[in-house]
C-alpha cells in the first residue's frame, strides 16, 4: 500500500494527541536544566580570547615601527571592528527573537563589518611591515572581533535566563 508523506486538512484534523501525556510532562526545574545557560568555561575562555586578542593588537602596536598616525588608525580600526561585529550579533540574534530590527540598522551593521574588514586588509597589504607582522595584526584582529561576539552572546543569554529564573 503506498502511503503519501504529507497529509490533508482532513487526515491533520483526525490525529488526536491523548491530553494525559502532556499533563504528565513536567517543565524543567531551571532554565539550565535545559543546557540553554553558557557555561562559566565558554564564558571565560571567551573573555580571555578577547582579551588576549585585544591586548596582543595594541602590544604589537606599540611595538610596531609604524607612524603614529598609522598606529591610531590600526587602533580605531579594532575599535571600529569590534563594535561593527557587536551590533551585526545584536541585530541577527534581535530577528531570531522576534524583537523588531530596521532594515537600515541591520544592513548597516553588515556594511560596517564589512568595511572594517576590509579596511584592515587593504591597510595591511599596503603597509611598510613584515608579512609575520601583518599576519600576527590579522589574527589578533580575527581573534578579537570573534571573541567579542562570543562575549556578547554569552552576557545577553545570561542576562535572558536570569530573568526567567
Same mark, same amino acid.
Request: hydrophobic residues 40%; negative net charge.
Given at each position: 500500500m503506498k502511503q503519501d508523506v504529507f497529509m490533508t486538512?482532513?487526515? +491533520?484534523? #483526525?490525529?488526536?494527541v491523548p491530553s494525559k501525556k &502532556?499533563?504528565?510532562?513536567?517543565?524543567k526545574e531551571k532554565w539550565n536544566d535545559l543546557g *540553554?545557560?553558557? /557555561?562559566? /568555561? $565558554?564564558? =571565560?575562555?571567551?573573555?580571555?580570547c578577547l582579551g588576549v !586578542?585585544? &591586548?596582543? @593588537?595594541?602590544? !604589537?602596536?606599540? +611595538?610596531?615601527?609604524m607612524l *603614529?598616525?598609522?598606529? =591610531? $588608525? @590600526? $587602533?580605531t580600526l579594532i575599535l571600529f571592528g569590534l563594535f561593527s561585529v557587536i551590533s551585526v550579533q545584536k541585530c541577527v540574534r #534581535?530577528?531570531?527573537? =522576534?524583537?523588531?530590527?530596521? #532594515? &537600515? @540598522? @541591520? =544592513?548597516i551593521s553588515w556594511f560596517t563589518t564589512i568595511c572594517s574588514v576590509a579596511l584592515l586588509l587593504? !591597510?595591511?597589504r599596503n603597509a611598510? &611591515?613584515?608579512l609575520s607582522e601583518k599576519g600576527f595584526f590579522g589574527m589578533c584582529y580575527i581573534l578579537a572581533n570573534f571573541a567579542a561576539v562570543a562575549v556578547q552572546k554569552n552576557t545577553r543569554d545570561t542576562k535572558l535566563l536570569s530573568k526567567m529564573d
Open positions: 486538512e482532513e487526515q +491533520n484534523e #483526525d490525529i488526536i &502532556i499533563k504528565e510532562m513536567k517543565p *540553554l545557560k553558557p /557555561t562559566a /568555561t $565558554f564564558v =571565560g575562555v571567551a573573555w580571555i !586578542g585585544l &591586548i596582543s @593588537y595594541c602590544i !604589537g602596536l606599540w +611595538n610596531s615601527t *603614529l598616525s598609522e598606529k =591610531g $588608525f @590600526y $587602533f #534581535d530577528r531570531v527573537e =522576534g524583537i523588531e530590527v530596521t #532594515d &537600515i @540598522y @541591520y =544592513g587593504i !591597510g595591511l611598510d &611591515i613584515s
